[in-house]
């Protein structure tokens, strides 16, 4: 990328973006608007191929069958992973999470391969529904707040020893491992569980990933009081006694 531009690219919004997750792309790109850069945002639907030219792509959450749709069709067309093996920075959500990995249990209740851009496998859970408010730690490598958000997922993520816990959960099932994991991540490929759209919630999430697009370390500051009042709500939702 240039350094005033971005392309921005918002994977299968037909198939993924059950849970308002469309927001996390409104949001990164605002961001980005806010500090001045040219931003280009490519919408590609489910019958377009992913381009590979893309800076940050982003991927929602969905029901299951589209879920299974969106990962076959990921893995026929190629483009996402040739987009990471250029240095694209990927941020997923939910089933775009389940699918980034390496595997996960489709809606016919069978094992389905994922992209492997995650070390993590996902099993169906036997208990409870991972349903509410969560609040959690994020890895402090990553120098970010603690991060709020909804889960509302089936989905048990099991870890691998490449894959970095996103955070952990002070609040809340997360993985639903019961080991306090929330998500994962490595070098530019992220996935959580939370939905809010958790960028709204989060928004210097938005910004670390501008940050390791452009490259840098730091980004013009802008104004988040709006941002800070949705997130202290949302904190004193999720932390009051019921």
């Known amino acids: 990328m240039s350094d005033n531009s971005l392309r921005l690219v918002w994977v299968y919004p037909d198939l993924l973006s059950t849970y308002g997750d469309q927001g996390n ?3 990164v790109e605002r961001r980005a608007r806010q500090r001045g850069l040219d931003v280009q945002r490519v919408d590609v639907r489910s019958d377009q191929p992913i381009p ?3 800076d940050i792509y982003l991927i929602g959450g ?3 069958r589209p879920q299974r749709l969106a990962a076959e069709r990921l893995l026929r067309d190629g483009g996402l992973e040739r987009a990471v093996s250029n240095g694209a920075i990927v941020f997923s959500v939910c089933a775009g999470y389940q699918i980034l990995g390496n ?3 489709n809606d016919m209740g069978e094992r389905q391969q994922g992209l492997g851009l995650l070390d993590v496998v996902t099993v169906r859970g036997e208990g409870e529904r991972c349903v ?3 609040l959690a730690d994020i890895d402090p490598r990553l120098n970010l707040p603690p991060l709020t958000g909804f889960e509302n997922h089936q989905g048990v993520t099991h870890l691998g020893p490449t894959a970095k816990p996103f955070a952990r959960t002070r609040l809340g099932r997360g993985n639903g491992t ?3 994991t929330e998500g994962a991540y490595n070098d530019t490929v992220f996935g959580t569980y939370m939905h809010g759209p958790v960028m709204a919630r989060n928004p210097l999430i938005a910004d670390l990933l501008l940050k ?4 840098v370390n730091a980004l013009p500051a802008i104004d988040d009081r709006w941002y800070e009042a949705l997130r202290d709500e949302r904190i004193a939702a999720a932390t009051q006694p019921a």
């Open 25 to 27: 792309v409104l949001v």
């Open 52 to 54: 590979t030219s893309g």
């Open 62 to 64: 969905g029901e299951d």
């Open 103 to 105: 595997e996960f249990v």
């Open 132 to 134: 509410g408010d969560v």
């Open 178 to 180: 019961g080991d306090g």
């Open 212 to 215: 390791l697009a452009l490259d």
